[in-house]
């Protein structure tokens, strides 16, 4: 059976040139970057020009990139420093956030007794700038706010600047996951008046359990995890030197073909929702998915009718791989929280197409045959 991925802002495959980068840290190089002897001081050295490699695609300075486990870990301790160290009291964020962010708000705000609200969700998926605007206006305390740059499930992109800029107004801590971005757009972290920011190399064909935490030279705060003093007093723990080596070859591998794998990812996007609307009445789209959104990712709404219910598994069962939601909460027996958050959210079945570079026409055309077959 032919298998065809497009679950791509799941995972993506491993690019065969980031493994070829890895495989000697994963052999030869084993050495322990602590280390002072050779062995150590050669991962060492990798470590530190991925770091610079990193820093200098992502606009910022080495010593503002910290190197974590996924993205869920640096939206934690983000969250944790602003609060620990930074004093923020007030938390803002908005209900179609990714549950690294939700559930860590919640459960901090919680336990340390801090307010928190959620941001109103405009029809087409965006975040209420005026909205952020008011509760940073009305709040005697320091705010965070926590907004992704795009949205995992729908695709929205945030104007990441005019967010920056309200937060440089109040005085606000402002973090933002820009997991589903890194890698795929041109980004300056340092431009963008943004404090804290998140990365995951498989978002962009590199390894998993190897992510980034950018954090601005305007800010000082204290170690998340203890133990040791790696990443300069920051990140206890032996650093995961293949994957980070993966990471930056990742990094490095997207920047450069930036603009030819856009062209080609966004075609197929187009492609697949015209032939939609083509081809399955009553299809409609969620988000802004043909404005400020993610060129690799659809949100579809089929009718609902008892076919389409079991869509997903239906799919799967011919090879086609897509989702409803967020992979990291794919076995709550819940809809999506972002789907939810929309006005016409429990209206349809939605199912997320999300593309990459090793996607092709020809796959769509199958897809397509599939679900006819299957509606």
Known sequence: MTRVYFDNAATTPVDPH???????????????????????????????????????????????IFFTSGGTESDNMAIWSAIEDLGCRHLITSPIEHHAVLHTVNALAKQRQLTSELLRVLPNGHIDLADLERALASSTARCFVSLMHANNEIGNLLDIDAVG??????????????????????????????HFA???????HGPKGVGILYISEKIKVNPFIHGGGQERN???????????????????LAAANLQHDQVHI????????????????????????????????????????PQSELLLM???????????????????????????????????????????KFNTKEEVDLLLVKLKELL
């Open 314 to 356: 239906s799919l799967d069962m011919q090879g086609i791989c897509v989702s409803a939601g967020s992979a990291c909460s794919s076995g709550a027996s819940q809809g999506s929280h972002v789907i939810q958050a929309l006005p016409k959210g429990n209206e349809g079945v939605p199912i997320r197409f999300s593309f990459s």
């Open 198 to 204: 998140t990365g995951a190399a498989h978002k962009f």
């Open 234 to 252: 920051m990140r206890a723990g032996t650093e995961n030197v293949s994957g980070i080596v993966g990471f930056a070859k990742a990094l490095e």
């Open 165 to 194: 800029a309200l937060c440089e107004k109040y005085n606000a801590i402002f973090h933002s996951d820009t997991v589903q971005t890194v890698g795929h757009y041109p980004l300056n972290f340092s431009q963008a008046k943004v």
């Open 18 to 64: 980031v493994v070829e980068a890895m495989i000697p840290f994963l052999q030869t190089h084993f050495g322990n970057p602590s280390s002072i002897y050779s062995f150590g001081r050669e991962t060492r050295l990798a470590i530190e020009n991925a770091r610079k490699s990193v820093a200098h695609l992502l606009g910022a300075k080495p010593g503002e």
């Open 266 to 305: 966004q075609s197929i996007k187009t492609y697949l929702a015209t032939q939609l609307q083509a081809q399955i009445s009553g299809v409609s789209f969620n988000g802004d998915w043909d404005g400020a959104c993610l060129y690799t990712v659809l949100n579809v709404s089929f009718p609902r009718t």
